[in-house]
């Protein structure tokens, strides 16, 4: 049975895990949290520096104290990208040295196929569209061909950074998601805000700027009910507008801000409606995780793809339909 261990480091958490097929074998994470403001790169990085060996060390502790040996490891894997160039660059220094030392092959994921396989791992979902909504990244994806096709994505910021920027800009503190829920809760009527698609893609940055506006002569309240109601409406429509011209049956929700209860619940209205099956996986694989590296990798490494230690480079800018998914073959599509 196939063992890998996993490094995810993108941004703001650092987590390692061990799996294999069937489960999370160790899994240990230390979470860098700004005192003000948002991620600061630098800071962040720093962060991953300092942890980066206690983490790998409790990880084998924890690995070794339920019976296993760091020999049972086959692979390494590392979050390649996207993400912060400085915690990326980290991370793979780290996933290297371990590679080296143990003297086994060398993996590199992208971290929104990631965040995609242990969905799909996770949940029964075989062929979805998958909603991808995080602090970086927003995008609705599925399988075509043998990639992760974009079937619409963010023009300019994700909205997990839409969310943390307004909230910063209201005095809550990072990260803002959780808060403007929260405070979304409370509201008692919806504010007129921008709502923009284009086409099968869509843009976050002039609706987080005219809700910081709207907190001029609205309740704070009121202002994130209607910011998340617009956000994720756009999401929404465009995951539905995917649905139909896949011809796929199911839809799988993933990324940090998935763990929104309103995004879910509007998903769910959707796929009702449409009578496609919705996914979500458990809250632990929702936000960046080691264990989501270190299966893809699993997946990667059984399919036969591996990265020579000189070709590791990192790269910030990573798509996920430039990766040739060569552990899911065609024929495994529900088309």
């Known amino acids: 049975m196939t063992t890998v261990l996993g490094i995810e480091g993108t941004a703001w958490n650092l987590s390692a895990a061990i799996v294999d097929e069937d489960d999370v074998i160790a899994e240990v994470t230390e979470t ?10 630098r800071e962040a ?26 020999q049972n490891i086959d692979a390494i894997a590392f979050s390649q990208g996207p993400g912060l160039g400085a915690c990326l660059r980290t991370v793979a220094t780290s996933a290297r040295a371990l590679a080296l030392l143990l003297d086994i092959p060398l993996v590199g994921v992208n971290h929104c196929i990631g965040h995609v396989e242990i969905g799909r791992w996770k949940t029964p979902a075989i062929d979805p569209v998958v909603l991808y909504v995080s602090g970086g990244n927003s995008q609705v994806l599925g399988h075509r061909a043998g990639k992760y096709r974009i079937f619409g994505e963010t023009l300019d910021i994700g909205i997990g950074n839409a969310l943390d920027k307004f909230a910063r800009g209201a005095g809550l503190t990072h990260p803002g998601g959780p808060k403007v829920e929260e405070y979304a809760r409370k ?23 005219a809700a910081t506006d709207a907190l001029k002569d609205n309740s704070l309240e009121d202002v994130c009910y209607s910011f998340q109601e617009n956000a994720f409406a756009m999401l929404v429509e465009v995951t539905e507008r995917a649905l139909a011209h896949t011809g796929k049956s199911e839809v799988l929700l993933a990324g940090g801000v998935g763990a929104n209860m309103r ?7 959707m796929c009702e409606d ?6 979500v996986p458990e809250k632990r694989f929702m936000g960046d995780n080691g264990a989501m590296i270190a299966y893809t990798g699993l997946l990667m490494f059984d399919s036969g793809t591996t990265l020579p230690i000189e070709s590791s480079h990192v790269d910030p800018s990573f798509r996920p339909d430039t990766v040739d998914v060569t552990w899911i073959a065609d024929e495994q599509e529900v088309l």
Not at 32 to 41: D, L, V
Not at 45 to 67: F, M, P, T
Not at 263 to 269: A, G, I, K, N
């Open 45 to 70: 990085a720093q962060h991953h520096a300092l942890y980066a060996s206690d983490v790998i060390e409790r990880l084998l502790r924890e690995y070794q104290d339920k019976g296993y040996s760091p």
């Open 32 to 41: 860098y949290r700004p005192k003000t403001g948002g991620i600061h790169p």
């Open 274 to 279: 449409r009578g496609a099956s919705f996914y």
């Open 187 to 209: 509201a008692t009527s919806y504010v007129k805000m921008p709502y923009v698609v284009k086409g099968m893609d869509f843009s976050f940055s002039g609706l987080s700027t």
């Open 263 to 269: 995004l879910r619940e509007m998903l769910d209205v």
